[in-house]
């Protein structure tokens, strides 16, 4: 299971920090993500990384965003600064047992982020 938390109501230029911790039921993660959510738009990956530190960034937040991971501890973060309002939506962290580039095997509840202008 995957839990997120740090979601949240912040104005345009601000920041939040959200954070996923896997419980102990999920084994060798090698790959931990965040996708975001709007409705009437399809579900998109906004970050990724893996556990040798490769990253990968959707284009509309690279040098906003900074995703990064415990391994030891199987939490990942998300820090979203410069928040803009087309940020708004939900966030879901994922999880891989394969690596970058693999289906997902693990999804959280989901956390909202709200960015008004």
């Known amino acids: 299971e995957l839990v997120e938390s740090g979601g949240g109501l912040v104005q345009a230029g601000g920041s939040l920090r959200l954070s996923c911790a896997a419980s102990g039921s999920i084994f060798s993660i090698k790959a931990m993500g965040w996708h975001r959510q709007v409705p009437g738009k399809q579900r998109e990956l906004v970050a990724a990384i893996s556990t040798g530190g490769s990253t990968n960034y959707a284009d509309s937040v690279k040098g906003r965003f900074t995703i990064s991971s415990v391994n030891a501890e199987n939490t990942g973060y998300l820090q979203m600064n410069s928040l803009k309002p087309e940020d708004t939506g939900v966030y879901y962290c994922?999880?891989?047992?394969?690596?970058?580039?693999?289906?997902?095997?693990?999804w959280g509840q989901g956390t909202q982020v709200t960015v008004s202008s």
């Open positions: 994922t999880a891989g047992s394969i690596g970058l580039g693999f289906p997902w095997d693990y």
